[in-house]
């Protein structure tokens, strides 16, 4: 499975953006997907899953209300609609394969990774 992540950019804060992930391959309805983030000089961090078959999410606190994820079987795509950016959502984004159902929020439980897409948000 080969993850291209796409949609980052440069915004101010409060702005939105959507990051798209494309998927490869002819299994990507079977696996799990989520969405992590890394902010310069920062741990890696969970920010939102979905199940396969897009009926269960989970998101960090600090994202809820605010982010939305979702995903298109059929165009092998997973999306997360980021609002009401914040300056400390700055990071690198990454999106990332698990089995299916595997309900994990943890880096480890996931292994397929994209390259990332750098969301930078002014204040």
């Known amino acids: 499975v080969q993850l291209v992540e796409s949609g980052g950019g440069l915004v101010q804060a409060g702005g939105s953006l959507r990051l798209s992930c494309a998927a490869s391959?002819?299994?990507?309805?079977?696996?799990?997907m989520g969405w992590f983030r890394q902010a310069p000089g920062k741990e890696g961090e969970f920010v939102s899953r979905?199940?396969?078959?897009?009926?269960?999410?989970d998101y960090r606190d600090s994202v809820k209300g605010r982010f939305t994820i979702s995903r298109n079987n059929a165009k092998k795509t997973v999306y997360l609609q980021m609002n009401s950016l914040k300056s400390e959502d700055t990071a690198v984004y990454y999106c990332?394969?698990?089995?299916?159902?595997?309900?994990?929020?943890?880096?480890?439980?996931?292994?397929?990774w994209g390259q990332g897409t750098r969301v930078t948000v002014s204040s």
């Open positions: 990332a394969t698990a089995p299916s159902d595997s309900g994990s929020n943890y880096p480890s439980a996931y292994n397929y």
């Open positions: 979905i199940n396969w078959s897009g009926r269960s999410t």
């Open positions: 391959g002819r299994t990507f309805r079977s696996y799990d």
